[in-house]
């Protein structure tokens, strides 16, 4: 069974600073993968998604993304955080096959933005 | 732009009430999903539904049934509540294929007192 581990429970980082977010997933093919962020009680928005081609996705609000097969993960990068961007962070591996598709969540990271 | 609406962003129900949660997308998805979120669990699958009427258990559904009658709504029931479903519920729908992301609604948070 697919699954994904986000090993950051919580991020702090000052306004300005570079951003990175750990993601790790467990799948036997080649993996659809997705970011999410969700602000404080909102739903889930998508960032940004890889499932073939370039490595190095590029997403809404400034954030990438690169896919690295051989350490089987997917972290999220943003070169200059805004206070804006405080909010948690999801990522996701898609199932195939059968009816549907499915997410498997992370357990998410927290981040905030010091002013 | 895909709307998912929640019919209640907030609601307080009493031990042993049958809840019922309502889910419309305005999309046209065939997929919809039922997810609750707990601190330090993420997001846990409870139910999903790929076509009206059809309906897969995901992760956790014990506790729970879900009713797709028509393609735009998707409700999730509680049949008896209990104070360990006080949680954040989440609905979302997509298209079929693996390579769709999901659109969510904004959540409902449910408190079992």
């Known amino acids: 069974a697919q699954s994904v581990t986000q090993p950051d429970i919580h991020i702090t980082v000052s306004e300005g600073a570079s951003l990175e977010l750990r993601c790790n997933y467990s799948y036997g093919a080649t993996p659809y993968l997705f970011w999410y962020v969700q602000s404080p009680g909102q739903g889930l928005q998508l960032l940004l998604k890889y499932f073939s081609g370039d490595t190095l996705v590029q997403g809404i609000k400034g954030f990438e993304a690169e896919f690295k097969r051989s350490q089987s993960s997917f972290n999220l990068r943003k070169p200059s955080v805004h206070w804006s961007d405080a909010a948690e962070y999801f990522c996701a591996v898609a199932s195939r096959g059968g009816g549907g598709n499915k997410l498997t969540f992370g357990t998410g990271t927290q981040l905030k933005v010091e002013l | 732009d895909v709307k998912v609406t929640q019919s209640s962003r907030y609601l307080v129900k009493r031990t042993g009430e049958k809840v019922f949660l309502e889910c419309v997308q305005d999309m046209d998805h065939e997929n919809m999903f039922w997810y609750r979120q707990d601190p330090g669990l993420g997001l846990r699958l409870i139910y999903f539904?790929?076509?009206?009427?059809?309906?897969e258990k995901g992760d956790i559904p014990e506790g729970y049934s879900v009713s797709r009658e028509k393609k735009e709504r998707f409700s999730l029931i509680l049949e008896s509540a209990s104070t360990n479903q006080t949680s954040m519920y989440l609905c979302?729908?997509?298209?079929?294929?693996?390579?769709?992301?999901?659109?969510f609604g904004s959540g409902t948070r449910l408190t079992v007192v």
């Open positions: 979302a729908s997509s298209w079929t294929g693996v390579g769709y992301g999901y659109t």
């Open positions: 539904s790929y076509d009206v009427k059809m309906k």
